[in-house]
């Protein structure tokens, strides 16, 4: 149809010329300054036709709405690029929105790779009407599109408009000129014999081409990706207070991250130093609410059915995690579902070198922080670990150790000591033993289970009365430097007192090692405490995972602090985060500064009043005891002064408590653990009404990203173009 109206066009525009010579040749030629001369340079060029610039949309069900989206302007290029090679075939696969969509070009489908969400449909476009509710513009489909193209390009060519034409659902359109094209929705009448459509109607607004509606098309994203963070949800099918799920709302982190990389990153940017993080979504809320909601169902009273359900659907989460059954659901559809996205994310990138990291938000942070604790260390790393203990005066400790025939009858085991003296196995050697060599030489589960707990036990008692022992002398402290050393490294392969009180569980092994872990308004510190942990030894780091970062919201009511659990015995503030434009949020810099004029103005009047007070009580007294209480007064007024100096001085450097180092253990390699965000001024106002979106507001927080982006290119060396104050 469109190659015959093409050819159709030529003729006549043809047919017009040759009837236009005639006349043109028979009058004498315009002047070029001539008015006619004028009206056919402009007749030409208004009748000169262009192509229209296809994009390609797809649709989303919002709300039971469709919503057409464009898709990014690089991801656009591709699918046009593609579709203009003609044939193509079924499987002809082409990946948008940085390989997170497929779109199978002949179905006209895009699927998502990494989660499950139902298929959309997808045009390519470049006809759009108006919508009935909203001023969104609606794509026609790509056969009536071509029909208003033709349509069009012989409206413009023969300068003929008034053009009418019939939608597929029977609906009309008229090209009055290149600037008004309107589409006529038909009124249902009570006449059932007319079966023509009218014009009746509110009129919609019809458009040429995305460049003359009002869309937001994003540029695209940089095609490579130095790193990978995996986001686990907190309690709930819903992630915000929008109640949206996790992928809407990792979605939006992504785009925050995005928009801050050309803000803070930019030389890295022009120098192509870094490319992008990628972000992917963890769902386990889906798999653990499949079978359990029959259940809940049957015991759920009918009475305020919509409390019930959602917390059936919330709240009862954090019970289910104490559930020895449900727990291990839950820890293993995590640890599974990141092993999953991390083969499959391999092998979408095969050419991907970067490190990965997680980040949990809520009651999610607490399950990676259990996940994290039960990781275990591959034999090298044990191996490290032991001799690196052999190689410290420790092992002067282990002379204590009896032999191997006495531990073994002691453990009620003789009748294997044949088998270590066939291995040459002594008390040192027994000591560095781990369970696959025990395995190797033959002993069986039982007996190894007792070994390695006999001797984990014995290094531990080493350990504490090493520690505990006042050892004088230059020998004796370098021994407990020793035992220090050599309990930080067990400990890095151990599951010490931050497993107290976990559910009982087989906690599954990652895959790989997360360099950093991420928590967001997070509960740990209270569980920690809940399960009777009184303290988290300052030697201890997770085994597999060496960064850890927790991020909260002042008015979080669900994030508890995780620093004093590590040094109990100080009072010390958490971290301020920096807001991302490098400056203190206006009012809490009112705030601090008030702060210091009331404390200035009342240490000046107490001081003045404290003067006023003892000339007042002042009495006549000897000269030479005037003598002494003059000089007391001056030492004393001299005192106060040098108190007063000192306040001022402390209060015009109210940052230097923070530039103090505080020494918050390995379990960040001595980094601070704890930062709080800064609250929005509207926050300020009522703590308890703006709660609940403290909890909720790390998904856009373009503070809680920076520092993700912050640490993660500084395990690359990169730094950010400007450091934030």
């Given amino acids: 149809m469109a190659a015959l109206c093409r050819m159709l066009l030529r003729l006549v525009s043809g047919g017009a010329m040759s009837g236009t010579e005639l006349p043109i040749k028979e009058s004498s030629s315009p002047s070029p300054h001539s008015s006619s001369s004028y009206e056919v340079v402009e007749t030409e060029a208004t009748n000169r036709y262009e192509p229209v610039s296809p994009h390609w949309f797809y649709c989303k069900i919002v709300d039971s709405r469709e919503k057409w989206i464009p898709f990014s302007g690089q991801d656009s290029e591709t699918l046009e690029n593609a579709h203009q090679i003609g044939d193509y075939s079924e499987e002809l696969v082409v990946p948008t929105d940085g390989g997170r969509y497929d779109v199978h070009l002949k179905k006209r489908r895009r699927y998502a790779v990494y989660w499950e969400e139902e298929e959309s449909e997808v045009r390519r476009c470049s006809w759009f009407y108006k919508g009935d509710k909203d001023n969104r513009y609606i794509p026609y489909c790509e056969s009536f599109s071509e029909e208003l193209e033709d349509a069009y390009m012989i409206c413009i060519t023969l300068d003929e408009w008034k053009k009418k034409l ?341 906690y599954p092994q990652l895959i790989y090692k997360p360099q950093i872990f991420f928590a967001f308004g997070s509960p740990i510190g209270m569980f920690l405490t809940v399960r009777g942990v009184k303290k988290i030894d300052p030697n201890y780091s997770l085994p597999t995972c060496k960064g850890f970062f927790h991020v909260f919201h002042p008015f979080d009511p669900v994030a508890y602090r995780i620093e004093p659990l590590i040094v109990p015995n100080v009072e010390f503030e958490p971290m301020l985060l920096p807001h991302h434009k490098g400056r203190k949020r206006m009012h809490l810099e009112l705030r601090d500064g008030l702060t210091r004029m009331s404390t200035d103005l009342k240490n000046n009047l107490l001081g003045s009043l404290r003067i006023a007070w003892q000339s007042i009580t002042r009495t006549s007294i000897p000269a030479v005891e005037a003598g002494s209480s003059e000089h007391d007064m001056e030492a004393e007024a001299s005192s106060e002064k040098t108190a007063d100096g000192k306040g001022e001085e402390s209060s015009a450097s109210p940052s230097k408590e923070d530039v103090t180092p505080i020494n918050v253990g390995m379990l960040n390699g001595g980094h601070r653990i704890d930062y709080v965000l800064q609250e929005k001024p509207i926050e300020s106002f009522n703590e308890y009404l703006f709660a609940l979106q403290g909890h909720l507001c790390y998904w856009e927080s373009e503070d809680t990203v920076l520092l993700l982006l912050k640490e993660i290119y500084q395990t690359k060396g990169i730094s950010m173009d400007q450091p934030l104050l």
């Fill in 166 to 506: 019939e939608s597929p659902s029977r609906e009309i359109i008229i090209l009055h000129n290149p600037k008004l094209m309107v589409h006529y929705h038909p009124i249902a009448t009570s006449d059932e014999w007319s079966t023509s459509p009218t014009e009746q109607g509110r009129p919609r607004t019809v458009k040429r081409g995305v460049e003359n509606i009002s869309v937001d098309i994003p540029s695209g994203e940089p095609p490579q990706i130095d790193h990978l963070v995996f986001v686990v949800h907190g309690i709930g099918p819903a992630c915000d207070i929008r109640f949206r799920s996790i992928v809407q709302c990792v979605n939006d982190f992504r785009n925050v991250s995005l928009s801050m990389l050309p803000a803070h990153f930019k030389k890295a940017q022009e120098q192509q130093q870094i490319g992008r993080v990628e972000f992917l979504p963890v769902n386990w809320h889906s798999t653990l609410h499949t079978g359990v909601d029959v259940d809940l169902e049957r015991i759920t009273l009918p009475s305020i059915n919509r409390l019930r359900h959602f917390i059936n659907d919330t709240i009862l989460d954090v019970f289910f995690y104490n559930s020895s059954t449900y727990c291990q659901t839950i820890v293993d559809t995590v640890a599974s579902e990141m092993n999953r996205l991390y083969l499959l994310f391999l092998q979408k990138n095969p050419d991907f070198k970067g490190g990965v990291s997680i980040a949990g938000h809520s009651l999610g942070s607490l399950i990676l922080f259990d996940l994290l604790t039960n990781q275990k260390c591959t034999e090298e790393e044990k191996n490290e670990v032991r001799f690196g203990m052999a190689s410290q005066p420790l092992a002067a400790g282990q002379e204590d150790l009896k032999s191997v025939a006495d531990i073994l009858k002691e453990l009620e085991l003789a009748e294997y000591s044949s088998v270590f003296e066939k291995e040459a196995v002594d008390s040192r050697a027994l000591a560095l033993c781990t369970e696959k060599e025990l395995k190797e030489m033959g002993i069986p589960l039982g007996a190894r289970v007792k070994i390695l707990h006999y001797l984990r036990n014995k290094t531990c008692n080493q350990v504490s009365k090493g520690q505990t022992s006042a050892v004088a002398g230059e020998d004796g402290d370098t021994q407990k430097e020793a035992l220090a050393n050599a309990t930080s490294a067990e400990m890095g392969c151990q599951r010490l007192d931050v497993v107290m009180g976990q559910v009982s569980a087989n």
